[in-house]
């Protein structure tokens, strides 16, 4: 079945330093793939997005890259803040279906 | 934080009872989800509607029922033949069509006592 693997589990920074969290998707028909930002015990807010038919996407200090061919996609922080601490989700939607596959997670540190 | 709620936040149900989580929203979405998150877990699929009077079955249905009688209504009931139901349940819609951005409730964190 579609699966979403995502690396790594946890990941700590230094503030100022850049973060990068890769998925990978098993279904090549997958045509959307969102990021969410979940903070402990809160809801997971989408904090960018990328569609099949782009490379790249950039939002100030957040980009995501996607690389059909190998069927993975990454998210980038730049210049991290503390505040930039939570876990972080992919998920892949499969076109045609309304089924988005989440990743497992990634927790995130930015140390001060 | 997006017009769509969840009630309650925490929910605490004795073994062998059924339960129902509330999830409403005012956005004018066609799709509704239900999610379950386990401590260090990514999201599951219980079930999602996309459309009035019309659900179906996610990843991991079984224990669990829904509603779809109203747009803005998707209850989930969790049944006492849910095993282990101890989790936290979100909810989420999407304008119809695909590729769109879900939006989250707030969620509720059950725990059986």
């Known amino acids: 079945g579609e699966n979403v693997e995502q690396h790594p589990s946890t990941l700590s920074v230094q503030e100022g330093d850049s973060a990068v969290i890769k998925c990978t998707y098993s279904?090549?028909?997958?045509?959307?793939f969102p990021w969410y930002k979940q903070e402990l015990g809160k809801r997971p807010q989408l904090i960018i997005d990328?569609?099949?038919?782009?490379g790249e996407k950039k939002d100030q200090r957040i980009a995501v890259t996607l690389n059909k061919t190998a069927k993975h996609f990454s998210l980038h922080i730049t210049e991290t803040q503390p505040e930039d601490s939570a876990v972080y989700f992919c998920?892949?939607?499969?076109?045609?279906?309304?089924?988005?596959?989440f990743g497992t997670g990634t927790r995130l540190k930015v140390l001060a | 934080d997006g017009g769509i709620t969840q009630s309650p936040k925490y929910l605490f149900r004795k073994e062998g009872q059924n339960v129902t989580l509330s999830c409403e929203q005012n956005?004018?979405?066609?799709?509704m989800y239900w999610y379950r998150q386990d401590p260090g877990q990514g999201l599951r699929l219980i079930y999602y509607?996309?459309?009035?009077?019309?659900?179906q079955k996610g990843d991991i249905a079984e224990g669990y029922s829904v509603s779809r009688e109203k747009k803005e209504s998707f209850p989930l009931t969790v049944t006492s033949a849910q095993k282990n139901p101890t989790a936290f349940y979100l909810c989420?819609?999407?304008?119809?069509?695909?590729?769109?951005?879900?939006?989250f409730g707030p969620g509720t964190r059950l725990t059986v006592l």
């Open positions: 989420a819609s999407s304008i119809r069509g695909l590729g769109d951005e879900q939006f």
């Open positions: 279904d090549s028909a997958s045509n959307y």
């Open positions: 990328i569609r099949s038919n782009v």
């Open positions: 998920a892949a939607l499969t076109s045609g279906t309304y089924k988005y596959i």
């Open positions: 956005l004018n979405h066609d799709a």
């Open positions: 509607s996309q459309i009035v009077n019309d659900f």
